[in-house]
């Protein structure tokens, strides 16, 4: 297995490390047939992507690379488009130069976020995108530019339609893992109130778990064919903050609307969980700084084809992705916590 990860001066392969076999240990290393190598890369260097594919003759690709937060595409929507639209021509238009379209598979991680201003519920492979941001209009001309690779040069090329998928590993800045760390930072005293954007949005969160296996099926197939990949349930940012505060020993209840809205604890359900919370505290605000210019307010996908042509189902519920999550977190906050009460300089990031 090959990765490529982005040269930065700091470490920041944290999510993959458990995987990830150094060359130097006697028992996994290359002597002994190292099976995860990784090499410097970007999706904006063509010359580099196509040495790479020439060096690896890979069967399979995986294109998960992305600037992949919606909001900061509003900020960096040229840099986005390049990333996410240009650099998904580059690695289709590397295996065709390199004459591995009949040899290399591949799968190109299209988004929920092209169906934005839904046109119709719930979103199947049939609906019309109508993308709300520059994140989606890249991940537009990304979804074509595969479809148009597999019509054009009979390359198996797919688009797997992702819903919101999500996990302990989720990066701080999306919003299950903003909430779920956030709380577990404030149980514990490290943080006082958590600052959210909108909370009425709806989305349908599965766990990336059961989406990651679906990716590897789809390129198990005959045929080259898009698939949704969803839970088919869907629940709003506020509902996903009730849940993620009950598994960290809270009930909330939520006051006001809009930019006043907020969740004060009514009670107390576990104390050894949350021992820096009391009875009243607010600890979930709105800051309307993290609303975005464009909202896709509700998301609900159906997966039925996948259901169907390849027998694929979602093992894992919300409820359960969220407890997992929530615990991952606590521990966290608490080994953080007891660094702290010893006199460690403990500073928990958020943004
Ligand atoms: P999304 O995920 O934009 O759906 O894209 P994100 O978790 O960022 O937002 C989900 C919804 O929550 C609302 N929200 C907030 N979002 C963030 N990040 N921070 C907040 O404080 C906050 N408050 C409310 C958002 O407005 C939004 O409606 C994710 C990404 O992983 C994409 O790359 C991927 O393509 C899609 O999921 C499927």
Request: overall charge negative; glycine content about 8%.
């Amino acid at each position: 297995m090959h990765g490529i990860k982005r040269r930065a001066s700091s470490f920041n392969t944290e999510r993959i490390d458990h995987i990830y076999q150094d060359p130097h240990d006697a028992k996994t290393g290359s002597d002994r047939g190292a099976r995860f190598k990784l090499h410097y890369g970007d999706l904006t260097d063509t010359s580099n992507l196509t040495r790479i594919l020439n060096e690896v003759q890979p069967d399979e690709v995986y294109n998960l690379g992305a600037q992949s937060h919606v909001a900061v595409s509003f900020e960096s929507p040229e840099y986005t488009a390049d990333v996410d639209g240009l650099g998904t021509l580059r690695l289709l238009e590397a295996i065709r130069f390199l004459g591995l379209e009949k040899k290399t598979r591949f799968y190109q991680a299209s988004t929920s976020e092209l169906f934005g201003l839904v046109q119709e519920i719930p979103q199947r492979e049939t609906t019309p995108f109508y993308p709300r941001s520059p994140y989606a209009c890249a991940k537009l001309y990304a979804y074509w530019i595969t479809v148009n690779y597999r019509e054009s040069y009979g390359m198996y090329a797919c688009n797997g339609i992702l819903f919101n998928h999500e996990s302990p590993r989720r990066g701080e800045t999306f919003v299950t893992r903003k909430i779920t760390r956030g709380l577990a930072n404030i149980a514990q005293g490290l943080e006082k109130c958590l600052f959210l954007g909108n909370m009425d949005s709806l989305r349908d969160w599965g766990h990336a778990k059961d989406y990651v296996r679906m990716q590897w099926m789809m390129l198990q197939q005959e045929t080259a064919e898009d698939f949704v990949i969803a839970t088919g349930q869907q629940i709003s940012v506020r509902e996903f903050v009730r849940m993620s505060a009950g598994e960290a020993g809270l009930i909330v209840e939520f006051s006001g609307k809009g930019v006043d809205e907020i969740a004060k604890v009514t009670e107390i359900v576990d104390a050894a969980k949350a021992p820096a919370v009391a009875v009243g505290d607010v600890i979930v605000r709105v800051d309307p700084r993290y609303f975005r210019p464009a909202e896709v307010e509700t998301l609900l996908g159906d997966p039925a084809k996948a259901k169907a042509k390849l027998g694929w189902e979602c093992e894992i519920s919300v409820e359960e992705m969220c407890a997992e999550m929530v615990a991952c977190d606590l521990e966290n906050a608490r080994k953080h916590a007891l660094l702290k009460r010893h006199g460690h300089n403990v500073s928990v990031a958020v943004e």
